[in-house]
């Protein structure tokens, strides 16, 4: 019937109802960001405390999330994409540095990005690692995409005379490697350091392997 209004376009609030889901999906990534990124992590985490923490129903948990492993990987994908957008933020700022001052400000660009929130860097680091094959996959993946990064800026430090040309496929995954590595000591405990020390430190490895003076 024309002019009729639907359920789907009934406002409740101020809200239409996709406003409605957004808040709801927000809300539960919020209380999942508490109580994965902070004590008592994933593990340790039942589909009731999110509920409760994101003052909302299961039924409404099940309209956005088929499991709490889906919430968990969302989170990850969210906190690994605050640190990608981080470091590509600061690309244009440095395009005109010598090549051990663009990685200075990208690597404190990407611990900043990656953990200036605690409650992030303890899930891309922490939470997500044995949870399941599927989150395995989604983990590597993501590690796959700073490889695929790191080769291109050392493409570009080739291209531009700054180091040797070489393949450093290898190079790039020992690195990240050693990012997750140094990455998840820390932040579980077992390195005491400012982020600014871990930079520096990250820095420092990348500037040693390719011998860039600073």
């Not at 395009?95 to 051990?100: C, E, F, K, V």
């Amino acid at each position: 019937m024309a002019g009729k209004i639907t359920p789907a376009e009934r406002r409740y609030g101020g809200k239409d109802a996709a406003q409605r889901q957004a808040e709801r999906r927000a809300r539960f990534l919020e209380a999942g960001l508490d109580l994965f990124g902070r004590a008592p992590g994933y593990r340790g985490t039942s589909l009731a405390e999110v509920c409760r923490a994101a003052g909302l129903s299961s039924r409404q948990f099940y309209e956005e999330f088929h499991a709490l492993e889906d919430l968990l990987a969302d989170l990850h994908r969210m906190v690994h994409g605050q640190a990608q957008r981080a470091v590509f933020e600061t690309l244009p700022s440095i395009q005109d540095l010598p090549l051990a001052e663009r990685l200075e400000r990208m690597l404190h660009a990407y611990v900043e990005g990656a953990a200036a929130d605690p409650r992030h860097a303890r899930i891309a680091y922490v939470e997500v690692i044995g949870v399941s094959p599927r989150i395995d996959l989604q983990r590597l993946e993501r590690r796959s995409t700073w490889i695929g990064f790191m080769t291109a800026v050392t493409d570009e430090a080739v291209a531009r005379g700054e180091i040797p040309p070489a393949d450093y496929t290898i190079a790039g995954a020992a690195y990240i490697g050693a990012v997750n590595g140094l990455m998840h000591d820390w932040v579980v405990g077992w390195v005491d350091a400012t982020r600014a020390e871990i930079a520096d430190e990250l820095l420092q490895l990348l500037l040693g392997r390719y011998k860039i003076a600073l």
